[in-house]
């Protein structure tokens, strides 16, 4: 009796360890098979690392190529953004000077008077008299200035006298004053024969020499004043390629870094 309970129970114990040792051998050929599966993984992302860097080097390679090319070529000129005939037209300055600057301005408004009184005189002095600029004046009235266009063909009859300038810098000094008396009266301060500037005046002479002016300042995308186009003379001396607009002026310190790069660009190698 008793040898058959111990042969049962040795059968028991037998029967209860194959399912165990079985599962343990599951799990062993599971975690055998994740890890073979990570070693995998990790073999691809290693590959595609080597990828990536191998693309990165050549990418390297060629943005070095192109910066190298890039550095031997020569700039290449900038686009002009019109051509001014300024043949005829009074201006400041040597008539060999390479560069000229073309301001478009209006007598009434108030940013141009300051722009006259404070920063065109500094420009006249560093740059117009010394021989490398050449300074244009032309007008560009705006409608919401009612004397703007009477103004601007006063100076315009005083042109014919010779006394253009000197009538631009009297229009600039007091801009409360430019009805068509004040306009009278500073002809006659200025020494003009008025018979000629009155007939000039009331003619209206220039008024469409001003619009066409007025049309090529919108034209180069000036909506308001004082605008101011900036570019090289012709050996002509007539004609100006504009390759700079600027609008607005700030202070004379803008204008300082924009013209001395201009004429350090054009100094010989």
Same mark, same amino acid.
């Given at each position: 009796?008793?040898?058959?309970?111990?042969? =049962?129970?040795?059968?028991?114990?037998?029967?209860?360890?194959?399912?165990?040792?079985?599962?343990?051998?599951?799990?062993?050929?599971?975690?055998?098979?994740?890890?073979?599966?990570?070693?995998?993984?990790?073999?691809?992302?290693?590959?595609?690392?080597?990828?990536?860097?191998?693309?990165?080097?050549?990418?390297?390679?060629?943005?070095?190529?192109?910066?190298?090319?890039?550095?031997? =070529?020569? @700039?290449?000129?900038?686009?002009?953004?019109?051509?001014?005939?300024?043949?005829?037209?009074?201006?400041?300055?040597?008539?060999?000077?390479?560069?000229?600057?073309?301001?478009?301005?209006?007598?009434?408004?108030?940013?141009?008077?300051?722009?006259?009184?404070?920063?065109?005189?500094?420009?006249?002095?560093?740059?117009?008299?010394?021989?490398?600029?050449?300074?244009?004046?032309?007008?560009?009235?705006? @409608?919401?200035?009612?004397?703007?266009?009477?103004?601007?063909?006063?100076?315009?009859?005083?042109?014919?006298?010779?006394?253009?300038?000197?009538?631009?810098?009297?229009?600039?000094?007091?801009?409360?004053?430019?009805?068509?008396?004040?306009?009278?009266?500073?002809?006659?301060?200025?020494?003009?024969?008025?018979?000629?500037?009155?007939?000039?005046?009331?003619?209206?002479?220039?008024?469409?020499?001003?619009?066409?002016?007025?049309?090529?300042?919108?034209?180069?995308?000036?909506?308001? =004043? @004082?605008?101011?186009?900036?570019?090289?003379?012709?050996?002509?001396?007539?004609?100006?390629?504009?390759?700079?607009?600027?609008?607005?002026?700030?202070?004379?310190?803008?204008?300082?870094?924009?013209?001395?790069?201009?004429?350090?660009?054009?100094?010989?190698?």
């Amino acid at each position: 009796m008793r040898s058959c309970l111990r042969v =049962t129970l040795i059968c028991s114990l037998l029967f209860t360890a194959l399912p165990a040792r079985s599962a343990q051998r599951s799990r062993k050929e599971r975690r055998v098979q994740e890890i073979a599966a990570l070693k995998r993984q990790v073999q691809e992302l290693q590959a595609g690392q080597q990828q990536i860097l191998a693309e990165l080097r050549e990418m390297k390679k060629l943005l070095a190529a192109r910066m190298s090319a890039a550095l031997d =070529t020569p @700039p290449a000129a900038p686009s002009p953004v019109a051509t001014l005939n300024v043949r005829g037209e009074p201006f400041k300055g040597a008539s060999g000077a390479r560069f000229a600057i073309v301001e478009y301005s209006d007598f009434e408004c108030s940013f141009c008077g300051k722009y006259a009184r404070e920063i065109y005189p500094q420009i006249i002095d560093r740059y117009v008299k010394t021989g490398k600029i050449r300074y244009y004046f032309r007008d560009y009235p705006l @409608p919401i200035h009612p004397n703007a266009m009477q103004a601007a063909l006063a100076a315009r009859c005083a042109a014919e006298q010779g006394k253009f300038w000197e009538m631009h810098d009297s229009l600039f000094a007091n801009q409360a004053a430019l009805n068509a008396n004040d306009l009278m009266s500073r002809a006659v301060e200025l020494g003009l024969d008025q018979g000629r500037f009155s007939e000039c005046f009331a003619a209206a002479r220039y008024v469409e020499a001003i619009r066409k002016v007025s049309l090529g300042a919108r034209q180069m995308g000036m909506n308001g =004043t @004082p605008a101011f186009a900036i570019g090289s003379v012709a050996a002509n001396g007539e004609v100006v390629t504009v390759n700079q607009v600027a609008m607005g002026a700030d202070s004379f310190e803008e204008f300082q870094a924009a013209l001395d790069e201009l004429l350090k660009s054009s100094a010989p190698k």
